[in-house]
C-alpha cells in the first residue's frame, strides 16, 4: 500500500505558474506508475497527465501539452506537476494517483490509490 499527499496548490493569477508535489510513502514508489488528474464543482474527473515508473515515458491531456509538465524523483519519492501560463478554467482540485506495477494510464478507475487533492484556482 502506499499513502500519497499533495501539497503546493493555491490561488494564482491567470498567466502565472504553480508546482504541485505529490509524496508518496509506503511500499516502494518506483513500483508504480503515477498520475494527475483534477476535478472541477459539477464537472467529471479529468485526465491531467501520467508518467511512467522509471520516468522516461509521460503522457498529457491533449488540451494540456505544452503548460504542464510531469516529472518524479524515485529518490525523493516524489511526483511533480509543473502548471505554466494558467487559464481560469484549470481552477480545479488536483489529485495525483498511484498504478501498482502496470504502465500508467489516462483513465482515473485504473489507480490503485489516491491523494487527496490539492486546490489550485485562478483568477482572471
Known amino acids: 500500500q502506499v499513502q500519497l499527499v499533495e501539497s503546493g496548490g493555491g490561488v494564482v493569477q491567470a498567466g502565472g505558474s504553480l508546482r504541485l508535489s505529490c509524496a508518496a510513502s509506503g511500499r516502494t514508489f518506483s513500483s508504480y506508475a503515477m498520475g494527475w488528474f483534477r476535478q472541477a464543482p459539477g464537472k467529471e474527473r479529468e485526465f491531467v497527465a501520467a508518467?511512467?515508473?522509471?520516468?522516461?515515458?509521460?503522457h498529457y491531456a491533449d488540451s494540456l501539452k505544452g503548460r504542464f509538465t510531469i516529472s518524479r524523483d524515485n529518490a525523493k519519492n516524489t511526483v511533480y506537476l509543473q502548471m505554466n501560463s494558467l487559464k481560469p478554467e484549470d481552477t480545479a482540485g488536483y489529485y495525483c494517483?498511484?498504478?501498482?506495477?502496470?504502465?500508467?494510464?489516462?483513465?482515473?478507475?485504473?489507480?490503485?490509490?489516491w491523494g487527496q487533492g490539492t486546490q489550485v484556482t485562478v483568477s482572471s
Open positions: 494517483a498511484a498504478r501498482f506495477i502496470l504502465s500508467y494510464s489516462s483513465t482515473w478507475s485504473e489507480y490503485d490509490y
Open positions: 508518467i511512467s515508473r522509471n520516468g522516461l515515458s509521460t
